[in-house]
């Protein structure tokens, strides 16, 4: 983490960024690269040799993390790091309570499903989802258990933030954790049927079991 943290801090202060700035740039940079008109051949993939080189060192050291862990939240220890220090009160879930949570919050049994973008599912929602720390949780609870390990078993993850920057980056988290699911911008008390953007999770790995990642972006009507 702390060659990753390094990174972000030498692109800030090259670019005259701060590092909310910068972290945001390689976010969005990620969400383009990985947008399923890219694979439709609608849009072409962003070119940005610096932002490319970050994504490639995000990569590997999501990978280090992951060697010890079900999930790890890159994302949001960078957050917690390098822009809010604190600030504001802003913390995200320790990942410790996550796991807990998810563990009480889980039947042991199968679980009831709902009807889905990507079939019927089982569908777990946070409405402040900050990284998605919670979710990545409940969604790891679901992997060692084999008898609902297969496709129409997967979770569907429905999340819901304020924060932009943290929708952005409970998507990139999704997505480099095989998750399938939604993350939306908008305020769940007082518009809990509107939203300003939606990211919508890995539907190039649906229905056919793909190692292909995805976000789609999705603007509301009108």
């Not at 949780?137 to 084999?146: D, I």
């Not at 999770?201 to 649906?206: G, L, R, V, W």
Request: aromatic letters at 12%; a neutral charge.
């Amino acid at each position: 983490m702390q060659h990753f943290e390094k990174q972000i801090s030498e692109y800030a202060y090259r670019t005259g960024k701060t590092n909310a700035e910068a972290i945001a740039s390689l976010l969005d940079y990620i969400i383009s690269y990985f947008d399923v008109n890219v694979y439709l051949g609608n849009k072409e993939r962003p070119q940005d040799k610096e932002l490319c080189s970050l994504m490639s060192e995000y990569f590997l050291c999501q990978q280090r993390m992951m060697r010890h862990n079900n999930w790890f939240d890159v994302w949001g220890v960078l957050f917690e790091k390098l822009v809010t220090n604190g600030a504001k009160g802003q913390f995200f879930t320790p990942p410790s309570l996550c796991d807990m949570m998810a563990q009480m919050q889980i039947s042991k049994d199968l679980p009831k499903t709902h009807s889905t973008p990507f079939g019927k599912r089982v569908t777990i929602n946070d409405c402040a989802c900050g990284s998605g720390r919670t979710l990545l949780s409940a969604h790891c609870q679901f992997m060692p258990k084999e008898e609902i390990n297969t496709q129409s078993w997967k979770p569907y993850l429905y999340a819901d933030d304020v924060d932009g920057m943290c929708c952005k980056m409970c998507a990139v988290n999704f997505m480099v954790h095989g998750c399938f699911g939604e993350v939306r911008l908008h305020n769940t008390l007082s518009e809990p049927n509107k939203y300003h953007i939606r990211y919508v999770i890995n539907e190039a790995m649906h229905p056919f079991p793909s190692p292909t990642p995805s976000i789609r972006i999705c603007l509301p009507k009108g």
